[in-house]
């Protein structure tokens, strides 16, 4: 049986709950660097877990991972627990798994250029939308023919082959220009230094590896270590959409339930829309309207409510609002903006109590049974029940050896697709189109006006090969280059 959860309190005694049926209904943690937001988050994470509720986190500063251990009664804790009389509460720690897209701080976590699809993958490569409509023919091309895309080589391959034969499919498919051929190459060149080889692949991520709760019955902390992918502000922020999206198509439609299967944090959550494509906005709309009925909880944590779309905000019936900064003509009108999505307290004015908060205290406003927003109050988060911070190398790698996911994903395949499919093919055409030859003959081909048009099959067996060689010999470069800089081959 599912228990409201107390996440603030007063100083007397007027206490605040989430409640698990409304944790469905989505929130935001909003506040400037410092206020709390991290120890708000964590105070959330572990009372759903308690409630047998699995979470979704990223670790963006890498102090969360604390959460695995158990918590200890320092100074500031003792002073805020003293305050709020919370005389009862203990300290421990919580079922905890890593993840990691570069598989170091955690179990790797993949996904297939196809399972992406043509949208995300535009907007990893920073393409325009006619270069985004081009992508999307590729993928359809791919698909029509039986070809697999599971990874950036298999992506390469099919670009460059169509953009060689963009005459032989304009007909069927549409045009296919050099220039965005040319952008899309750039935007895979780009990613690939970047890491991006590293997260594209097989085994993907099985999305339900998140829901199955622990032995104990808790729900798992699954936590993606996202300290260095945080420097690629949009690769995290696409890669985190995807895994939200991932949710959405795959769950079944539960309608309203006792507790969430899932709660989703979006840290940075201002991220997944600076500079975002209308078409792309319109999809992230439909997933966090819909995902509700999915048994899926989104909370969005940023510093200022200002940064998420309206039609998304209007979503997010439970929020914790810490101090804000209103420095400046801009910043003050975005406190008062801010205010007015709140439902209003006459005890005071809320544009005024904002910039006044101390460290740990918010402004709270939960959905109550019904689903109607709380009136605003004033308000101390409960500190966590583990530890606030970091964890040593050691601890981590305890963890992560004795997870139940440990050898599942460690080891990437690489399986036949695009790629192998391409070369075969090539090899194939190439063999078909040489007739036996005498060594003088090889030595002078045919050449001049002459000389027979190469058939469809020659001209993608020369594309793929020109493919494959440019794909090995950037390969080589960069081992040559990270060798000469000092850098790991």
Known sequence: MSKPMLIAKTATDTEFYLLPRMANRH????????????????????????????VFLADVKGDLAGISQQGTEQPKIRERLQLLHLTGQGFREFPAAFWDIFGKSGHPVRATVSDMGPLLMGRLLNLNEVQTGVLTLIFKIADDNGYLLLDLKD???????????????????????????????????????????EFFGEPMLDIFDWIRPHTDGRGMINILAADQLINRPKVYATFLLWLLAELFERLPEVGDLEKPKLVFFFDEAHLLFEDVPTALLDKIEQVVRLVRSKGVGV????????????????????????????????????????????????GFRIEDVITQLAVGEALVSFLDEKGTPGMVERAYVCPPQSRIGTITSEERQRILQNSIHYGRYETMVDRESAFEALKKRTEQQMAA????????????????????????GQVLAKSTLRSIGSSLGRSLIRGVLGVLLGGKK
Request: charged share 20%; hydrophobic share 35%; no cysteine.
């Open 155 to 197: 992506l390469r391959a099919m670009v460059q082959f169509a953009g060689d034969n963009a005459a032989e499919f304009t007909t069927a498919y549409g045009n296919i220009s050099k220039a965005s051929v040319g952008a899309i190459q750039r935007g895979l060149l780009e990613l690939e230094m970047q890491g991006g080889e």
């Open 299 to 346: 909370f969005f944590v940023t510093q200022n409510p200002r940064d998420i779309p309206d039609k998304v905000l209007a979503q997010l019936g439970n929020r914790v609002q810490h101090a804000l900064r209103a420095f400046t003509p801009q910043e003050q009108k975005a406190v008062k903006l801010m205010a007015q999505t709140f439902r209003v307290n006459p």
């Open 433 to 456: 189109a040489q007739p036996d030859k005498g060594p003088q003959e090889q030595k002078k081909p045919t050449r001049g006006p002459g000389r027979p048009r190469d058939s469809f």
């Open 27 to 54: 929130g935001l943690i909003a506040g400037a660097t410092g206020t709390g937001k991290t120890v708000t988050l964590q105070r959330m994470a572990e009372s759903l877990s308690e409630n047998g509720v699995p």
